[in-house]
Structure formats: C-alpha cells, structure tokens
C-alpha cells in the first residue's frame, strides 16, 4: 500500500512488526529519532548503507539500541563503567558515546578501530523498533555530504524503494545531530558538538 502526502508518493510504510521482519532478511529501512531521520540495517548488512549513501568507508556508523543493556553487552570491560554512568545520565538521549568493543565486533560498523558509538534515542517510536529487532546499524538518511532530510517524505524521496516506519507524518525531531563523545583511556574528548550540552 501506499500513501500519498503533500502531492508525493511516499515509499510504502509498514509497522514495526511488519518492518523487524524485511530488516532481517537484509532490507535497509528508514526511522524516525529525536534528532535525525536515520537509515538502518542489521550490523551485518551494514555495507548496504555506505553504498547507498555513498559514504566513505572511514566515516563509522552507529549502533542504535532500544535500551542501555542491549548495547553495553558489545561494550569492552575496560570502559564500562566510565560508559555507563554517562549513559544512564543523558540516555535515552541525543548522545552518542564512542567505546571500545569486545572483540571483532565492530567491523561491521568502522573497519578502522575497534570503537563503536552507541546510542538509544529518546523518541519512544524508534526505541519500540529497536526493542523488537535488537540492535541497528544506524546513520542519518541522507546521501553523504548532502544535507540531512527533514522527514518521512524527504526521506523516501531520497531513498526510493526502501520501506520507512509507519505511521506518517513521524514526530517532528529536533533537526540537529546527536553530540558525540568518546571515551580515551578514563577520558572524554568531545567529537561534534550537537544536541546535548554535557554538564
């Protein structure tokens, strides 16, 4: 089924059950989040993303989760718990924390270092996707270095072909980027200023 809004036809929609479903099968996917319209897929279909986007390979995705313990299973013990006392302050949230990773399991989202930004967004229709599919590879839906799109329709319009979460219009998102942090060694550097102030 599609849908029409604002004169445009808009990428068929589908709801979360329907949309966890084509993600595990390898589709990408588009979503709403508190900051920026993400496109998303399973970590190990994440290379589709940087073709689609035509993003350099040294510019590392994220990994969304639907909550704090679903992404700091991958976090390495050396920065747990530094990790954790800013996660449980400013998540859900627009913050991205860069943290090393156990094992390989990065590679799939920066083949160039074993860290990893993790984020569980504060808009309650994203986490609900995240919650059923577990973990996403995520990025803003955009093609790289083009302006980010605003919502659902500059969304498909975009990417057309690629199923987006129902129902549309999304909530509106704030349009600025998550502020991102990485932890070095006990330390925080800042990485891009963004939504959150840290405090």
Not at 24 to 42: M, Q, V
Request: hydrophobic share 40%.
């Amino acid at each position: 089924m599609q849908f029409v809004v604002k004169n445009e036809m808009i990428t068929q929609q589908f709801g979360i059950s329907d949309l966890a479903k084509k993600l595990k099968k390898g589709t990408l996917a588009l979503f709403p989040t508190d900051t920026l319209p993400a496109i998303c897929s399973y970590p190990k279909y994440s290379k589709k993303i940087w073709t689609i986007k035509k993003r350099p390979s040294t510019k590392p995705l994220i990994l969304m989760g639907g909550c704090l313990d679903d992404l700091f299973e991958y976090v390495h013990p050396c920065a747990k718990e530094d990790g954790l006392k800013l996660a449980r302050k400013y998540w859900p949230g627009a913050l991205t924390i860069v943290l090393p990773t156990i094992g390989n399991f990065s590679k799939n989202l920066n083949c160039h270092s074993n860290s990893l930004g993790f984020r569980v967004p504060a808009l309650r229709l994203a986490r609900d996707l995240l919650i059923k599919t577990g973990p996403l590879a995520t990025t803003s839906a955009n093609i790289s270095g083009e302006t980010p799109v605003k919502d659902a329709l500059e969304a498909s319009m975009k990417f057309p072909g690629i199923p987006i979460l129902g129902p549309v219009p999304w909530p509106k998102a704030s349009g600025l980027a998550s502020t991102v942090v990485e932890w070095n060694k006990g330390e925080w550097n800042l990485l891009r200023a963004g939504s959150v102030v840290l405090n």
